[in-house]
């Protein structure tokens, strides 16, 4: 195999192994890789050395700020070395100053120090500048185990790289209360078996970096209507519930090996019946069930003993004596911290605690420190810190997290994934005035109008925009500002359930994108005809609602809670992406400064006036990833390129029309490209083109000169020459070539004398030539019996869903949305625009095989990345995979690298090829004159579209060929895929090197 190819195939395994990377290494590495007789060894010689002030001081840990002025950090420090406590607990700051406070921290401390945080979706949840992953209830959602250990991973790689050793996570307690207040979407959902398994992959991932996951809050803080922060809740469960539902969690992570476990503030009866009872401080609860019948043998560790739960309903003089006598091993965050180490020493003055159990509980604590590498502490690093915290990886897989969550609750009479034909759509924004990522993204699928709901008590706002809206066959509401408590309804307004109900009798079908807690469902009822839940209003939800209702990402959610009768946990519709998504570089693992060299390029080309104006979009793996425009209209720089615009194809018309056409013909058993040219078109029989097969004429290998300019003819000493053209339709002259100006009725014929007269060339090879697309246009319209416009529109770009690739776009879109080409004083006399710029296919009103097709970037995506997948796209098999192999591979190697219709990769590639270098010779694509490139890779899944209008003015200037503008830009896209593998390649063995947890004793 060749070196290349290999390459291409690596890169591919790459990007096919992604979802499974981790699972297939990290999943079945490795016990304990530390010594247990030096784990004793060290606890012994740190133990003997310490006070017992010191000892009980291992016991406890306080709360730091990164974000605080210096008189708060000498309070810290001076605790840390007045009494030697066992660690710290971080909240609000930035990484950078948590770091400096860390060393500063260690180094001042006679015992190493357990350094925690209170990250349930990741250092963000505390830090700024770092990412936050989604909250536990949008992982409930999910239905891949694997995302959340890779989480898991992710967080545990960053905590360790901050110095964090102990993470306070997962939340495992079963939220079976929407009017929870305090867990509610920090919980994983109602259901058991699914908390358990997803409580497991959090755990797992952070045990497998050497950090200690707690799972929380023991025995169980689901079902509760007020916050044990200020009140104290009650459970009211019976011991079979309890048994059989909140601790079920607790004991599958027991027995799969979790390191910590933190106590709540709770009063339940059933498990202790004193009336006074915390289980913070219940002995039946921690030591009898915890430690005693479920055989907990890790730490465990008291809620914040400040939690006003706590304060309120215990003598304070108790609190931390209590916490120790009931079997806690760690005490967090306490009132006052000289005050608790006293309590605990009088205690043990007078007997009421044995110096023994303080003992033994430091000893733990000390073999813990051993357990995550205290033993031979090191400072953190500070050089690349922010970077290595926001690895492209994270990100990547933060957006597949949030992607894999998108639940589709209802869709009556499958109207998702929505058709984009005939689709006369409007989209209502509620509870925002400005454009969103969603109403941004819907425009990337089709043409609708946007709306927006003002909130207002006088209800004129809904009459009025029901008004509007009546004429619509769907309209999607897009629901923002919504919030996390129950007590305001999750931010859903009674304005917006009228606004529904009124809607919904006027006749448009609805359907809600709900980014917002999956409670909020039950406000809404059956006048909805298809919900998309999102689960929580945060940047980019918008963008993967919008896909999930065309079809641009697969969908898999399920609810992760009951809200109603009509939408039940474990609700939710699979949807396959039918399909382009868009995401960002870093979904696949690619840095986005990798990709800016693009921006380089492109300005350097308009800087040269190599092109006004350009659109650049990189696909890969079915998911649009990089999606820019450049540059103006025109030079005068009055109007900007936009994603949408509409510019002329040249000869990508031979491979996005023309040769699709011939291979839907080919498939369908309608032509033998084996057979000679007389055998579908007889009036070539008296022509010297009889005897040419047609597979030399798709492969430009028939002898045919280049082109023809058949316009040459026509010219005149003045303009027009009224012999051929008229400047107002007639029966006679009916043409029309450019704006008010007609060609004469027959001159198509007079066209394809011209053709059939035409010279060959003396030697059999590859040459270039426009005229075998002529060919190919008479043989689709003879075997089709129909239009050749007609037969792709209805066979090729109709059932894929296309909406603006086409020919002559000023039949349907207005002309400041196409791109102007050359200022033509040769044949038209005018600035062309809208019009096609090639001549020839002028002269055949517009519509041809070699040239004449319009289109935007997203359109012909689509068919290449039908191609890509197989002939399939929009849900529709349009082409089978042994077709596309046929057209797209060379037939005559020995001296024509291309395919059939298609262009190909050098046989030996060049920076001066038809593609860039490291395009695969399984790549296939097309340029064309204006300045346009399509670009399809299957091994590395690169799908590459650049489209310019580099003729305009003057057809004269190349400088987009010479200076390599078009795959130069290519090739920026390969290095970054290639630098991305790379990175995962380091990014996993790095996550090899960390020990895991043994957290056994």
């Known amino acids: 195999m060749q070196p290349m190819k290999l390459l291409f195939l690596f890169l591919t395994l790459f990007i096919l192994s ?48 990164a974000n605080a002025d210096p008189s708060y950090y000498r309070d810290v420090e001076a605790q840390i070395k007045r009494y030697g406590i066992g660690g710290i607990c971080f909240f609000k700051g930035t990484p950078t100053a948590q770091a400096i406070l860390t060393n500063r921290y260690q180094q001042l401390s006679k015992t190493p120090l357990f350094i925690s945080i209170d990250g349930e979706w990741g250092l963000g949840m505390r830090l700024d500048s770092i990412l936050s992953f989604p909250r536990q209830m949008v992982l409930g959602a999910i239905q891949n185990d694997s995302l959340v250990y890779q989480m898991g991973l ?12 102990i993470n306070f996570a997962p939340v495992v307690d079963i939220n079976n209360n929407p009017k929870n207040p305090v867990i509610n979407n920090r919980s994983f959902g109602e259901d058991r078996f699914k908390v358990a398994s997803m409580s497991y992959a959090y755990m797992r991932g952070l045990q497998d970096q050497g950090v200690i996951a707690v799972a929380k ?10 916050d044990s922060h200020y009140i104290l809740p009650t459970i009211r469960h019976d011991i079979k519930t309890i048994e059989e539902l909140d601790l079920y969690p607790f004991k599958q992570l027991i027995k799969e090996g979790i390191a910590g476990i933190m106590i709540a503030h709770l009063r339940v009866p059933a498990l202790d019946s004193l009336p006074t009872s915390i289980s913070t401080l219940s002995k039946p609860i921690i030591t009898d069930l915890l430690k005693g019948k479920l055989q907990f043998k890790g730490l465990v560790f008291t809620d914040a003993l400040e939690m006003k739960g706590l304060t309120d309903n215990t003598d304070p003089k108790l609190v931390e004596v209590k916490a120790i006598l009931a079997g806690n091993d760690v005490l967090l965050l306490p009132v006052d911290i000289a005050r608790a180490i006293q309590n605990i020493k009088e205690a043990i003055d007078k007997g009421i605690i044995s110096q023994s159990v303080i003992d033994e509980r430091c000893r733990k604590v000390l073999m813990y420190k051993y357990k995550v590498g205290l033993a031979q502490i090191k400072p953190v690093v500070l050089k690349n810190l922010l970077s290595d915290l926001s690895s492209p990886v994270a990100l990547e897989l933060n957006q597949r997290l949030i992607q894999s969550s998108v639940t589709i609750a209802k869709n009556l009479n499958n109207l998702l994934p929505l058709k984009t034909d005939s689709l006369h759509l409007a989209t209502v ?18 043409k609708a109008d946007h709306y927006y709901l003002k909130f207002d008590t006088t209800g004129n706002e809904n009459i009025s925009l029901v008004s509007k809206l009546k004429n619509y066959k769907v309209v999607v509401l897009d629901v923002r500002k919504t919030v996390d408590a129950p007590s305001h309804n999750y931010g859903i307004k009674k304005q917006l359930l009228l606004f529904i109900d009124s809607l919904s009798k006027v006749g448009p079908k609805i359907i809600v994108h709900l980014p917002a807690n999956a409670y909020a469902l039950s406000m809404f009822d059956n006048k909805v005809n298809s919900m998309v839940i999102t689960y929580r209003d945060r940047p980019n939800v918008g963008y993967w609602a919008a896909q999930a209702i065309f079809g641009g990402i697969p969908v898999s959610g399920r609810l992760p809670v009951t ?25 696949i693992g690619i840095n986005p400064k990798d990709l800016s060299k693009i921006d380089s390029i492109v300005h350097v080309g308009l800087s040269v006036k190599a092109f006004p104006g350009c659109r650049v979009l990189v696909a890969i793996d079915n998911k649009i990833i990089f999606d820019k425009a450049y540059g103006y209209h025109t030079y005068d720089t009055l109007q900007p390129v936009k994603l949408n615009d509409i510019f002329d194809l040249a000869s990508v018309t031979k491979v996005a029309a023309t040769t699709l056409a011939i291979m839907k013909l080919y498939e369908d058993k309608d032509l033998d490209l084996t057979k000679k040219i007389e055998r579908y078109l007889p009036e070539y029989k008296k022509s010297n083109k009889k005897g040419i097969h047609l597979d030399e004429i798709m492969a430009h290998q028939a002898r045919l000169v280049p082109f023809i300019p058949f316009y040459e003819k026509t010219l005149g000493t003045k303009f027009p020459n009224e012999q051929y053209y008229r400047t107002s339709p007639t029966n006679e002259f009916n043409i029309k070539v450019a704006d008010k100006l007609w060609l004469r009725s027959d001159y198509r014929d007079s066209i394809f004398e011209i053709i ?12 270039y ?35 603006t690739i086409g020919f002559n776009p000023l039949d349907r879109f207005p002309k400041d949305r196409i791109l102007p080409t050359e200022n033509d004083t040769l044949f038209r006399h005018q600035l062309i625009q809208g019009y096609v710029h090639d001549p020839g296919a002028a002269m055949m009103g517009g519509v041809c095989g070699h040239a004449g097709l319009f289109s935007d970037v997203y359109d012909l995506a689509a068919i290449m990345q039908m191609l890509i997948n197989g002939g399939r796209y929009s849900g529709v098999q349009l082409l089978k995979p042994e077709t596309i192999n046929y057209f797209t591979r060379d037939h005559f190697s020995a001296t024509n690298r291309r395919g059939l219709g298609w262009d190909k990769q050098l046989f030996i590639p060049s920076e001066n090829g038809p593609c860039c270098v490291s395009a695969s010779e399984e790549s296939f ?77």
């Open 18 to 65: 992604a979802n499974t990377l981790f699972s297939q290494t990290l999943l079945q590495k490795r016990n304990s890789k530390h010594d247990k007789k030096q784990e004793t060894q060290w606890v012994d010689s740190v133990l003997t050395k310490l006070t017992t002030e010191e000892r009980i001081a291992q016991l406890f840990m306080i709360r730091s700020y």
């Open 154 to 165: 992710e967080i545990g790689r960053e905590m360790r790289r901050i110095g964090v050793n």
């Open 217 to 226: 809050h023991f025995p169980g803080h689901g079902d509760t209507e007020v």
């Open 429 to 446: 924004c509620v509870g925002d005035t400005i454009p969103t990522d969603f109403e941004r993204s819907i425009d990337c699928y089709t």
């Open 563 to 587: 809200a109603s009768t009509e939408y039940l946990a474990g609700a939710g519709i699979n949807q396959e992406a039918i399909r382009l998504g868009f995401s960002t570089p870093e979904s």
């Open 756 to 767: 059939r007269n035409s010279p060959l060339l003396e030697k059999t090879e590859y040459k």
């Open 769 to 803: 030539s426009d005229l075998s697309m002529y060919f190919m246009y008479q043989i689709i319209e003879t075997l089709s019996g129909m239009g050749f416009e007609d037969y792709i529109k209805s066979n090729i770009y109709k059932p894929l869903g296309l909406n």
């Open 925 to 1001: 694509g097309h340029s064309g004159f204006t300045g346009t490139f399509v670009w399809a890779d299957p091994l590395t899944k690169i799908v590459y579209i650049f489209l310019s209008n580099r003729v305009y003015p003057d057809a004269e200037n190349n400088k987009i060929s010479d200076m390599n503008i078009r795959t130069n830009i290519q090739q920026v896209v390969y290095d970054a895929l290639f630098k991305a593998q790379q990175r995962k390649k380091q990014y996993s063995n790095e996550l090899e090197q960390q020990g895991a947890i043994d957290s056994g004793e």
